[in-house]
């Protein structure tokens, strides 16, 4: 597994459902996992979901705060974003739930970012759509999918700048959700990468072996099953990966394998 950052590649975006405690899962054991995580791979921004009351008495800013600035950090925001602080100025940026979804979990914060060396700007929205299956619920994630592209359009007409949404969207590819987008010119990364993770990003919840261990494993699906995506407009950056972390102390931290994209800004 390469996780390192190859040379002339000048941005990664990461995301990570890091798994709330809703399943006698508590987050202390696991905090660790997450905070080597930021410092395994190193993303520029990385949008983590399921920060639930619990990991945010857990404190992961203060862990990464020689490095990453959050946004979004109060404890009723499940969907904050990091960004590198050195790397980036911010301009503008907000928090909103998503309407007419009964889940105080579920919602967009986003930020209007800029390269400090180059003054690009880049606009980065970290969310987490509505989670029941049915098709009352896949029409719930298609006004959850609506929402989250005006505001990417929104950020796209004011600034003229290259716009990235990601996190668990509970959607596969094909869905409804993923169709609305895809209609708009919104596509999962992977479609338009030079090399991507074949296999799916939810890989489901670890094995509960007592006293505060987990233990996960990589599953068999493929990516077209993934629930988790960075999204962008098609042919706006040339995505040069699309991978997943995978390995055994993030497998046992949570029921989803972070994905992340490398691309030239």
Known sequence: ???????????????????????????????????????????????????????????????????????????????????????????????????????????ITWALLVEKETEKKIAVLNTHLWWKQGSEHDALRVINAKQLFAKMKYLKEKYSCPVFAFGDFNAIDGSDALNYLEKNGVFTSYKFADSFSKISSHHGDPENLGNGIFKGKETLNPKEKSLDHIVTFKDEIKIKKHDLAIYQEILDATDHSPVYIDFDL
């Open 1 to 107: 597994m390469d996780s390192s950052i190859e040379r002339g590649i000048l941005m990664r975006i990461m995301t990570a459902n890091i798994w709330g405690d809703y399943f006698n899962n508590p987050v202390m054991p696991r905090k660790n996992a997450i905070v080597n995580l930021f410092k395994k791979f190193s993303p520029d921004i990385i949008g983590l979901q399921e920060i639930n009351p619990s990991w945010f008495n857990a404190d992961i800013p203060s862990a990464v705060k020689d490095e990453y600035t959050v946004v979004g950090n109060i404890v009723s925001n499940y969907v904050p974003l990091y960004y590198k602080t050195e790397k980036f100025s911010i301009l503008e940026f907000g928090w909103e739930r998503y309407e007419k979804t009964e889940d105080k979990s579920k919602g």
